[in-house]
């Protein structure tokens, strides 16, 4: 691995070395290194499309990192993962894309993730997308997210998606089994003329289930963001959607909340602000001797930690 | 140290008259402890925002230890050494006590440091310091907040505008307390905004604004008792009392 890669693997995955416990590192559309454990294995799929991820019940405390970097210009990277957690495990799982082009071609990764949580399991998954490279080739990624929760599981989803990634398309699609419980949060920066979409669905099936899906985005420049959110209340349950947005420059901001109640029971809660960094802030921040330049700077990273 | 000569500052109504909200204001402040008062709408905050650069006045000029500051903006001022806390204090999402303490103070401080300053306003800094400044704050606790940043800073000039604002009785009490230590600890001048006549109490001058002018300005044992008097007051409102 040279450098240029240890740089994204560190970027996406917070990796400096080999990560302890169980993962799959996937470099330039091929595996680069692997480890299972004796509770979590890693299959390679029969077809080569991706890899199955099998959790055994009862695994409690262990990670699975499983890293994507791709270097090559002019590469698309398809993968199918799939993750079978199994009942009453609590486990992390670390994802991440980086790309680095160089080159004038496109690159991309569209990455579709399948979960599937036994009763009672919990899982963390974090997803880190990360581009960089001085070539004007684009670094377009489209990652598809499939959840499905058994009963009284609970997932929570952090993605974070910050610098270099040209075009995104984020499909997420969720079905909730009885007292199961979701959590995604977003976050989200566009720069120079990057396109970035999310649409999320929630099937809240099962009594007592809920979920919460939050999104913090700053669009800049002349960047576009759109964020679709469909929570679907089919039973007793409850649902809150959250969309804040920080508009800046000549960036466009869209938002779309669709709520449906199919039961008198389910409570669902919309919310979305999109809005330029206020005027009163900025001037918080200058009194306290911050230029213009810098108090921007300060209230993004704030909004986006 | 902070010297208005013949400031004014007026803006356009929505009806595209002029409407003059400070008018031919001359002051020299050097004292310690100065209180600004009089009626709401009187042009005191407007001053306040004019000394710090929120303002750009529309005439005059503005001298800070002898350097004409009038045309400079927000930023300069504050590095030159004027702080201003404002009457509603600010909401950042994502931002924490600890970052803006911080960014007051203008290099890393410790947690002890830190500390200091929240307890200086009754704030206990291990219940606050990672505490985002957004909305589950209270207005109080967001005061409190606004003047350690100003403690933090401990600049020459410290500007205070309605302190006493969204302030509960409780801990207002309190709040007379943090001016009085401040008087005490701090190096530098005090301009402080407010009704209060316990704030008015432990100003060493005291300055009365009201329709854009200087109505009466002189030591607290000059200026207090007629503040206190009410001469402000219309006649209609005084016959219905």
């Not at chain 1, 993962?81 to 569209?110: K, L, P, R, S």
């Not at chain 1, 396109?195 to 002349?222: I, P, Q, W």
Request: hydrophobic share 40%; with cysteine.
């Amino acid at each position: 691995m040279d450098q240029i890669e240890k740089n994204l693997l560190e970027a996406v995955a917070d990796l400096h070395t080999m990560p302890d416990g169980a993962y799959n590192i996937r470099e330039n559309g091929k595996l680069a290194a692997r480890n299972t454990t004796a509770n979590v294995d890693i299959v390679t799929k029969a077809d080569g499309s991706g890899i199955d991820i099998i959790i055994k019940p009862g695994t409690k405390n262990e990670s699975v990192h499983i890293p994507v970097i791709l270097s090559e210009t002019g590469l698309h990277d398809l993968v199918y993962n799939d993750f079978y957690v199994g009942d009453d495990c609590d486990v992390t799982i670390i994802a991440g894309c980086g790309i680095h082009n160089c080159g004038t071609q496109e690159t991309a990764h569209d990455g579709i993730h399948s979960f599937h949580l036994g009763k009672n399991a919990k899982l963390r998954y974090v997803e880190k997308h990360y581009g960089e490279g001085d070539g004007t080739g684009e670094n377009i990624m489209n990652p598809t997210t499939v959840v499905e929760l058994g009963e009284k599981a609970h997932m929570e989803m952090e993605t974070t998606q910050i610098k270099g990634i040209d075009s995104t398309k984020r499909v997420t699609r969720a079905a909730l089994a009885a007292g199961a419980s979701l959590v995604i949060r977003e976050k989200i920066m566009t720069h120079g003329n990057q396109y970035a979409e999310t649409d999320f669905t929630v099937d809240l099936n099962g009594e007592g289930s809920s979920a919460n899906v939050v999104s913090r985005s700053v669009a800049k420049d002349h960047s576009k963001q759109k964020f679709l959110s469909r929570v679907n209340g089919n039973t007793a349950c409850s649902g809150h959607t959250e969309c804040d947005a920080i508009i800046m420059d000549e960036a466009s901001v869209c938002a779309i909340p669709e709520l449906t109640a199919n039961n008198i029971d389910a409570a669902l809660i919309h919310e979305a602000a999109i809005g330029k960094i206020a005027g009163e802030q900025l001037v918080k921040l200058m009194t306290l001797g911050l230029s213009e330049k810098e108090a921007e700077e300060q209230i993004v990273n704030g909004f986006l930690k | 140290m902070l010297e208005l000569q013949n400031v004014s500052f007026s803006v356009t109504t929505e009806k595209g008259e002029k409407k003059d909200i400070v008018k031919n204001v001359s002051l020299k402040i050097d004292e310690r402890f100065v209180a600004i008062t009089g009626p709401n709408g009187g042009g005191k905050s407007s001053l306040a925002k004019l000394i710090s650069g929120v303002y750009q006045p529309t005439g005059g000029r503005i001298l800070f230890d002898g350097t004409d500051i009038t045309d400079m903006p927000i930023t300069e001022r504050a590095r030159l050494g004027i702080s201003f806390a404002f009457q509603q204090p600010v909401r950042f999402k994502g931002l924490t006590v600890r970052d803006l303490i911080t960014l007051a103070a203008g290099k890393k401080i410790d947690m002890t440091t830190a500390c200091g300053y929240l307890s200086e306003v009754g704030l206990c800094a291990r219940d606050y310091i990672d505490r985002e400044l957004n909305a589950s704050l209270s207005g109080g606790e967001l005061k409190r907040i606004e003047i350690a940043m100003i403690l933090a800073r401990g600049t020459k000039l410290s500007v205070f505008d309605e302190p006493e604002a969204g302030i509960d009785l409780w801990s207002f009490n309190n709040l007379i307390n943090v001016f009085r230590n401040m008087y005490e600890k701090v190096q530098g001048s005090i301009l402080i905004i407010s009704h209060q006549e316990r704030i008015l109490n432990i100003a060493d001058r005291i300055i009365v604004i009201a329709d854009g002018e200087v109505r009466e300005d002189g030591t607290r044992e000059k200026v207090l008792p007629n503040v206190m008097n009410g001469n402000e007051a219309c006649s209609v409102l005084t016959s219905k009392l």
